[in-house]
């Protein structure tokens, strides 16, 4: 069982950057496919990066290819998503998600355990 905590959402100007950190619970993290995921009002929630359980493979959407980072840190259980050159159209709640058995997936399907979500916001 994993539960997962989003925070570091908030408002920013276009152009700003903010980071997001997803603490887990459970003494399995390091074992864990990490993805985060996003909604807009009014859209389906839609994958945009994810992280494999070592770290050593991260894959992004291409809407954030080049400006979004995602990392971990094991000794932490703790994933983080650093976005720079924010947009509006980057405005969504963010969600983290984790699963033991993801592979590296893109689907939200594939992702058991997800948290509440944080509030990104990006003024133009």
């Known amino acids: 069982q994993v539960q997962l905590v989003e925070s570091g959402g908030g408002l920013v100007q276009a152009g700003g950057s903010l980071r997001l950190s997803c603490a887990a619970s459970?003494?399995?993290?390091?074992?864990?496919?990490m993805a985060w995921f996003r909604q807009a009002p009014g859209k389906e929630r839609e994958f945009v990066a994810g992280i494999s359980w070592s770290g050593g493979r991260t894959y992004y959407a291409d809407s954030v290819k080049g400006r979004f980072a995602i990392s971990r840190d094991n000794a932490k259980n703790t994933v983080y998503l650093q976005m720079n050159s924010l947009k509006p159209e980057d405005t969504a709640v963010y969600f983290c998600?984790?699963?033991?058995?993801?592979?590296?997936?893109?689907?939200?399907?594939?992702?058991?355990?997800w948290g509440q979500g944080t509030q990104v916001t990006v003024s133009s």
């Open positions: 998600a984790a699963d033991r058995y993801a592979r590296n997936s893109y689907m939200e399907r594939a992702y058991g355990y």
């Open positions: 459970g003494r399995t993290f390091s074992t864990y496919t």
